[in-house]
């Protein structure tokens, strides 16, 4: 089949109440971003080539042959009028669905008989989270999501795109219309994946060392009951401090090993000190500031690493993005420590302070996705009914996952992380992951630092992109402002 231009739209016509549009759109708007195909909101179908409808009847509309249909069911809105999540989910022609009803005249060959949109809405708007109102835990665990309630696969919303993406891309084969060129990111590639770097810890001379050392003993030896592990650290401690190397910090060596492979990070660094989980390190210390100011001066990319009850209070999180400013540089993007966060304060503070992408939505439990999606993404603000202003690239693989809640050797992190990226190229999606600079030494988690290194060069093997986050946030909001839903960002 022939391709269109890659600016060519696919028109795209709602017929639904007034009050639902704004939702309506920003899903369209998202799914089809993702795509790689521009839509263009119109009354009437176009004199010529396909076009969608999302309406309540698929029955007596013109050019129905042209047309691929969704159907709208007004029901299947109704939850997000109140405080209510999703009881249940059913399998609906091969989808996962929690709002199922059905809707007769809709051609399972040329549309889809169920509300796909306000299903998919449900998901990126991450509705099951903040239903649940204001509770005293702020960190989400998948074991405790409406994903493992439900049974729902994490990439319900990516399995919602392919379905909508299939029945275009048939339809314009039926009736002799080029379709569209897929989905392309930097430099050709067919994927990305962005590398991150959250600092938790920078040890102060050796008695921060050999505290940490002692911790890391009692986490393998008696937590994990790892004999192995315990003699593979402590033995990589001793090798560093007898080298004069940095066993727990190691951010100038993170940088020199990048630089070497011709990739940069984000560096998330943190600056507030309101829970015992906290940071170990302070901004404010002049040594400790010169440490960091290694990030800036190559050039890296730095984020805020919000501290764990920074959205509590939103004035909070404004003042560690001003400290962080004046300390080292202005922030460009963010990700909360420990993933702990309110959902609605943490993106509104991120959009007045001036943040421009975050990568806290992940679960600490599991890898893939936390709101079903594998592509960069604009939150949604229920109160106003618009996109947030803040671009999500969610976190997908995080090292404390693997080791720590998995407890995964390195050779089976290893093949969870391949198959993660295996799956992400073939959606040709986007996700970010994080490695927390204490593993770089060999004297935390032995085997982890390299998974690292090998991660990187997988990506780059199997046409992908490695990239700090800020290459990707550039790059999806000037190919965003093409969507209404996105214009003015």
Known sequence: MSRRSSNATLP???????AIEPRARYVFDTLFLAAGIPVDFADEPPAAGPWL???????AQPARERCFAIAHHPASWQLFGGPADAERCTMVDGLVTVFPEPRGGFDATAGIAFDIIANAFYFLSSWSERAAGNTPQTRRLHASSVFARLGIPQDVVDRYLDRIVVGI????????SPGWPPLVW????????VLSHDVDFIPDGLFDNLKQGAKTFVRHLVRQRSIGDTAASMAGLARALAA????YGCVPEIIAGEKRLGVRSSFQVAVGHRHPDDVNYSIGNDRTRDYLSAITKAGFDLCLHGSYRSTENPSWYAEEVQLLTDRLGRPSG???????????ALFEVQERTGIRYDMSMGFPDRPGPRAGFSFPYFPYNLNEDRAYQVLEISLFLMDVTLQGYM???????NHTIAAALADLRRKRGCASAVWHPIVFGGARDPGYEGLYWSMIDLVRSTGGLAADGATIERYWRERARQYSSFSGF
């Open 12 to 18: 795209v016509i709602l017929r639904c109440a007034k």
């Open 53 to 59: 409808l999302y309406a309540s009847s698929a029955t």
């Open 169 to 176: 891309d048939t339809l314009c084969k039926r009736i002799g």
């Open 186 to 193: 930097p430099q050709d590639r067919e994927f990305a994946l």
């Open 244 to 247: 004069g190397r940095d066993p």
């Open 334 to 344: 963010s990700r909360q420590h420990f993933l702990s966060f309110d959902y609605d």
């Open 407 to 413: 407890g995964l050797r390195p050779d089976a992190a």
